[in-house]
């Protein structure tokens, strides 16, 4: 598979960031359909300030079609609360096209943002998930602890990169 920054692709980025917002505004309220568009049109990440980090990729059918994002960011996963304690790097954004699902398209991109955050440097990764712990764990992820966003249950993850 081939994988590419999002910003390269402002149309998909339009899509996909539709699809973040229809499987998240439940949990992040605050968190505006433009916002998430930015996301994967504003890839930075300066090297050393945590909360510049915000990388994102597509995977890319033979056609050069994307279909799947998934993200590395730094920080705004969390409620305040439980930001302090449980830092960043995340894994975060992850989905697949709805017709393309079930083909191990989501599975690559986990494996390829993990490979990425190793390659920066990062010792361990964090994600969190509302629904789908059983499917990190079958990847390798452990579970941490029992977060809420938005008054809803949720699981942050951690899978561990260095040494
Ligand atoms: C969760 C999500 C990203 C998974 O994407 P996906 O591309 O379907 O994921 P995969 O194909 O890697 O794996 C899905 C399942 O299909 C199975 N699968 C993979 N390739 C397959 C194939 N060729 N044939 C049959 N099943 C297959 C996997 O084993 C996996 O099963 P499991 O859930 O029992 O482990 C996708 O459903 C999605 O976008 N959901 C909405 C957003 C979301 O929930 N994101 C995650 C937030 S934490």
Do not use: K
Request: aromatic share 12%.
């Amino acid at each position: 598979m081939n994988y590419v920054t999002t910003a390269s692709f402002s149309d998909a980025a339009d899509r996909f960031a539709a699809l973040q917002y229809a499987e998240w505004a439940h949990l992040y309220p605050g968190a505006s359909l433009e916002q998430y568009r930015q996301g994967l049109l504003n890839n930075c990440w300066d090297g050393s300030d945590l909360t510049s980090l915000n990388l994102a990729w597509f995977t890319l059918d033979d056609g050069g079609a994307p279909l799947g994002v998934a993200m590395l960011v730094g920080e705004g996963e969390l409620e305040p609360d439980d930001a302090g304690h449980l830092e960043g790097p995340w894994f975060a954004g992850l989905v697949v096209d709805p017709r393309f699902r079930r083909q191990g398209i989501g599975a690559a991109l986990l494996d390829y943002v993990t490979e990425q955050a190793r390659s920066l440097g990062f010792q361990r990764l964090r994600l969190v998930t509302e629904h789908n712990t059983g499917y990190y764990e079958r990847r390798g992820w452990t579970v941490e602890q029992g977060v809420t966003l938005n008054s809803v249950p949720n699981t942050v993850m951690f899978i561990t990169l260095g040494p």
